[in-house]
């Protein structure tokens, strides 16, 4: 659609993985997983328009639109079936195409965000929302999260991304699903890797342990094993 793409692909296998960062993330910090992984798999990694050496969005996107983006690449790329590997905001993107397209034919979530557990402060938000909206930015940005007041010029897009609800879709998962959490990850609970796998029939939770949001960069040879112990 006339939007410049940046993308790597590293290992010659026959059979694909798609690496899908996080929020504020980019291909370069799974680099390392792919080497590991391209000495059995062709890995293709992709900069989410508006991170990396993606281009913005036009318009302020959410995950439908991003898991849209993610398809047309796949078509572009000729890729039919490939295991698809999401971290955090790429989880989101994950399930959703693992539910909405037959193009997934292995699932793995690593601290996917999806499933948050709303605090009674962003509930009360809520309920005062058309207030809300009135407030100086500087006190949005005081009880907003981390990437919330980080998100700059993407922060529409942020705020559209985590309002759109994922739990209805995991039942439609029917794809085998590793899911990987990070012990001491305090962005996103053990108890949303729990509401994951209740979600996904079948799927199976590991921990490594240790590690906070990023395992894979943190914990990288217990990450790496674990995908080897699951058949990956």
Known sequence: DGMLVNYEVVGKGEKNVLILHGWGGSLQEWLGVARKLGEKYKVILVDFPGFGGGAKPRED??????????????QALEIKKTIV????????????????????????LVDAAGMEI???????????SPLARRLPQQWKNWIGSK???QAGT???????VVSQPLRAELEKVKIPTLIVWG????????????????????????????????PHVEKFEDFVRILEEEGI
Do not use: C, P
């Not at 993407?154 to 559209?160: D, L, W, Y």
């Open 61 to 74: 996107w959410g995950i439908y639109e991003y898991g849209e983006f993610v398809r047309k690449l796949l």
């Open 85 to 108: 590997m999401g971290h955090s905001f790429g989880g989101r993107i994950g399930i959703l195409l693992a539910a909405k397209t037959n193009l997934v034919e292995r699932l793995v």
């Open 118 to 128: 709303k605090s009674w402060l962003a509930k009360l938000i809520r309920l005062v």
């Open 147 to 149: 990437d919330y007041r």
């Open 154 to 160: 993407m922060r529409k897009t942020f705020v559209k």
């Open 183 to 214: 012990e001491k990850d305090a962005m996103l609970s053990i108890k949303e890797a729990r509401i994951l796998q209740e979600g996904i029939k079948g799927s199976v939770l590991r921990m490594v342990w240790g590690a906070s949001h990023w």
